[in-house]
T-cell receptor, first 115, second 109 residues
Framework: NAGVMQNPRHLVRRRGQEARLRCSPMKGHSHVYWYRQLPEEGLKFMVYLQKENIIDESGMPKERFSAEFPKEGPSILRIQQVVRGDSAAYFC?????????????FGSGTQLSVL | GNSVTQMEGPVTLSEEAFLTINCTYTATGYPSLFWYVQYPGEGLQLLLKATKADDKGSNKGFEATYRKETTSFHLEKGSVQVSDSAVYFCALKNNDMRFGAGTRLTVKP
């Protein structure tokens, strides 16, 4: 039973390009969370999705960022027109249910570098 | 609102030294408290948790006690090993999860 899979592990983009980060949750998990980890800072919640629905996007910037979790396929975090400040590690986590949120299984993250 | 404050790192210790990483929280009601660990190149893993006041969570020699009177959940280990080198995150769950900034621990042989 594979864990949470994120790809790519490393993503390099130039300013103005688009970044797409993928996350496949653990088998059977329908709750997905995205976090951003900036250098020297903690994990910041971005968005919580449940299959085909965005439940809570209070931590996601209003512009340029979007997330989806389609019925089939991985969850995607999309950043349009990237800027240097978007450089960070982006972690995805999944859980079996909201009530078991603390039993989060994390992926290894995607390190986004914006040149 | 809900928030977690943990001691700033980095923390550098020699093998077999005693470890304390402080964590305090602000929350309404009765949150559950957690410590997560992030080893190099990996995602976070749940290390231990406590769900009510005076509970002690423990795992792999690490312990933390839920202190409601001081709103604290300090992480301790009596004798650290090189393999404990990682970043440690304190977290709380009320309606949702909130993580602290993380404390990087380096243990030298």
């Amino acid at each position: 039973n594979a864990g949470v899979m994120q790809n790519p592990r490393h993503l390099v983009r130039r300013r103005g390009q688009e970044a797409r980060l993928r996350c496949s949750p653990m088998k059977g998990h329908s709750h997905v969370y995205w976090y951003r980890q900036l250098p020297e800072e903690g994990l910041k919640f971005m968005v919580y999705l449940q299959k085909e629905n965005i439940i809570d996007e209070s931590g996601m910037p209003k512009e340029r960022f979007s997330a989806e979790f389609p019925k089939e396929g991985p969850s995607i975090l999309r950043i349009q027109q990237v800027v240097r400040g978007d450089s960070a590690a982006y972690f995805c986590a999944s859980s079996l249910s909201k009530t078991l949120e603390e039993k989060l299984f994390f992926g290894s993250g995607t390190q986004l570098s914006v040149l | 609102g809900n928030s977690v404050t943990q001691m700033e790192g980095p923390v550098t210790l020699s093998e077999e030294a005693f470890l304390t990483i402080n964590c305090t929280y602000t929350a309404t009601g009765y949150p559950s408290l957690f410590w997560y660990v992030q080893y190099p190149g990996e995602g976070l893993q749940l290390l231990l948790k406590a769900t009510k006041a005076d509970d002690k969570g423990s795992n792999k020699g690490f312990e933390a006690t839920y202190r409601k009177e001081t709103t604290s959940f300090h992480l301790e280990k009596g004798s650290v090993q090189v393999s404990d080198s990682a970043v440690y995150f304190c977290a709380l769950k009320n309606n949702d999860m909130r993580f602290g900034a993380g404390t990087r621990l380096t243990v030298k042989p």
